[in-house]
């Protein structure tokens, strides 16, 4: 399967959100998208993440954005980290890791010395017709919404 790149169709996926609802990338083509991935719900760095889009929501909104947060967790985390950190937006569950798989970023990864299989944190932006935009690897956690907004102003 040929990874996904800018300029091309996201890969397609369906899933259940952090209600148990289900939701498809299918859902929002008319719309433009922050997908972002990113590896454990109420981890430091990933509360960061999702906390500055959660505070930069309404600016996101405003520039005709939805955001769709994607992580290996269960839809009970989700639902957690949701009502603990009070997101506005859905967390898509991936459990068996079909949708990082198609996106290409679930692999080996190392911290303090260990290596270990896990999400590497990405995000892309789509355009009203499912095209990716842009990837953002590695973006940056406490100005990601900044940065989302700073990058789609170059496409």
């Known amino acids: 399967m040929a990874l996904p790149i800018e300029g091309k169709k ?4 369906k899933s259940v959100d952090q209600n ?9 083509l008319g719309k433009k998208v922050v997908l972002f991935f990113y590896p454990k ?5 990933c509360t960061t993440q999702a906390c500055n889009l959660r505070d930069n929501y309404a600016k996101l909104k405003e520039e005709g954005f939805e955001v769709i947060g994607v992580s290996v967790d269960s839809v009970k985390s989700h639902k957690k980290f949701e009502q603990k950190h009070h997101l506005p937006y859905r967390l898509v569950s ?6 990082v798989n198609k996106y290409g970023i679930w692999g080996q990864k190392q911290m303090m010395g260990h290596t270990f299989m896990g999400t590497f944190r990405t995000t892309y932006l789509i355009d009203e017709k499912g095209k ?5 690897n590695k973006p940056v956690s406490k100005s990601h919404a900044e940065e989302i907004l700073a990058a789609w102003k170059t496409i």
């Open 10 to 13: 996201a890969p397609a996926f």
């Open 20 to 28: 148990g609802d289900p939701i498809a990338l299918a859902d929002y």
């Open 41 to 45: 719900d109420d981890t430091p760095t």
């Open 94 to 99: 991936d459990e068996k890791h079909t949708i």
């Open 132 to 136: 990716i935009r842009k990837i953002l």
